[in-house]
């Protein structure tokens, strides 16, 4: 599992909780500014470029809407990752947003590398958002960077960015204010737009909130009009990056409405759904809401955090997704079920494509195990192109997407050992047409049989404790001689408490009764060796019991 500090979301200081009672009332953020309730200035559209802004809406540059469903990619500090704007797009995104230095706070990305960048995305297909991020926090954080840095780091890309307006959007900078004197926001972003807008560039170019983003003092939603009306081209963006605060439908809806009902552009830039000390954002409300009004939004992240709760793939490897990756590709309102290729790459949702692709032939399975199992099926044709495919677990009249693939072949993992599992396959081309689900297959996993000469031992910690709700870690070791190839991990908690999320395995709850199936990556524990599993839990009292009994396919282990 990797780590790196640079990626973890910022948790909000005590400023934050402090008002966070008050932003989860109506009258905090209140109603868009007095400026916000006149109808934008007219703007000629007869020479937009590009990706473009018009009555308030992102629209390529044939006119055609283009909502963003998508997630973010930590490149600056995993430039070696090179695969994974590939692996993103097996799964459906349309957008990916990448992160990038200006040199002020981490290595700066030169032009080659971000001219490299451009192509990658193209070459898979995607809208590419470029963002600074070391102006995450500036006025709170005294390592953040300023946005006139950033700025001059755009002109500096002027002759790579030039041309690519049907491609890239331009984020400036990165969550640019911190908790401290939010109001100070309004004029440097303002500043900043005027002086790309002065450079000559055309692109749509995309502001991130205050208050790390999330705008819970309500100073991006108060002065979005006058920001608006200061870019001349009209091309402008609001990005609201939705964590903790907003933890109930009410918050997420209202904010998002604002600025629908003034007639603003606006996407869901950066998101969580993962419960951690400071609340459980609400993502179901999100995702819906983002999906009525025709907003984008992309997901952090893919991979990378210093939290891996927040990762979307574990280890960057596509084959891992986590609980919070599959919400995000294969759940409700996911983007598995609603992103649609930009129409510049010859797909979104063209009205003039209305044939689906063939069905895909019968998966057939292979390399079954306890845990996973990999499915092949015969390629489906469609009169332009098949972009991809969705595998669906089966279960009488319920069907739940459990995998996507751009290829005719995938690994379905997190199954349980012993289980019956029907399976089938619906293929997808870029204008969002679906063909007829595949005929079914039936998979049953292996069996987890005790090894002889395993033993083994459990050390359960609580990392962290909030009202309402801690995480946990559980270090399992194998203290016997034989490798452990597939387990179960049995226990049961005492207080109340239940598994709101987990990494490293796939829990199944019953009352008080926890079992835990490994993940692919944590399946296998070698002689004297141990894997971690994490996660997230709810409480229902002061008491916080620790598990006193764990066994491993039904042995009794011993705790540390």
Partial sequence: MRSATSTARKSPLAVLMRGLAALLGVTLLGALGPAAAQAAPARSEAAATGLHISDGRLVEGNGNDFIMRGVNHAHTWYPGETQSLADIKSFGANTVRVVLSDGHRWTRNGPDEVAGIIADCKENRLICVLEVHDTTGYGEDAAAGTLDHAADYWISLKDVLAGQEDYVIINIGNEPWGNTDPAGWTAPTTAAV????????????????PNWGQDWQGVMRANAQAVYDADTTGNLIFSIHMYSVYNTAQAVTDYLNAFVDAGLPLLIGEFGGPADQWGDPDEDTMMATAEELGLGYLAWSWSGNTDPILDLAIDFDPSRLSS??????????????????????????????????????????SAVTATSANLTWSASTDNVAVTGYDVVRVSGSTETTVASATGNSVTVTG??????????????DAAGN??????????????????????CSVRYKVIGQWPGGFQGEITLRNTGTAVINGWNLGFSFTDGQTVSNMWG????????????APAGYTASI?????????????????TN?????????GNACTTA
Avoid: C
């Avoid at 049953?444 to 033993?455: F, L, R, S």
């Fill in 324 to 365: 919070w990756g599959e919400r995000i590709f294969h759940g409700a309102d996911g983007i598995a079920q609603t992103s649609k290729e930009a129409t510049v790459f010859g797909g979104g949702g063209d009205p003039d494509d209305t044939q689906a692709p063939t069905a895909p032939g019968t998966p057939t399975a």
């Fill in 545 to 553: 019991t620790a598990p006193k009994v764990f066994t491993l396919n």
């Fill in 194 to 209: 005027q002086k790309l807008r002065g450079a000559g560039f055309a692109h749509t170019i995309m502001v991130d909130a």
């Fill in 415 to 428: 199954l349980t050992a012993g289980t019956a599992y029907t399976f089938a396959v619906y293929a997808r």
């Fill in 434 to 455: 679906r063909s007829a689900r595949s005929a079914t297959a039936a998979v049953t996993t292996d069996e987890n049989t005790p090894t002889p000469g395993v033993g």
């Fill in 505 to 516: 395995g796939t829990p199944t709850q019953s009352g008080s009764t926890v079992s835990v």
């Fill in 526 to 542: 070698a002689a004297n060796a141990s894997v971690t599993v994490g996660f997230t839990g709810t409480t229902t009292g002061a």
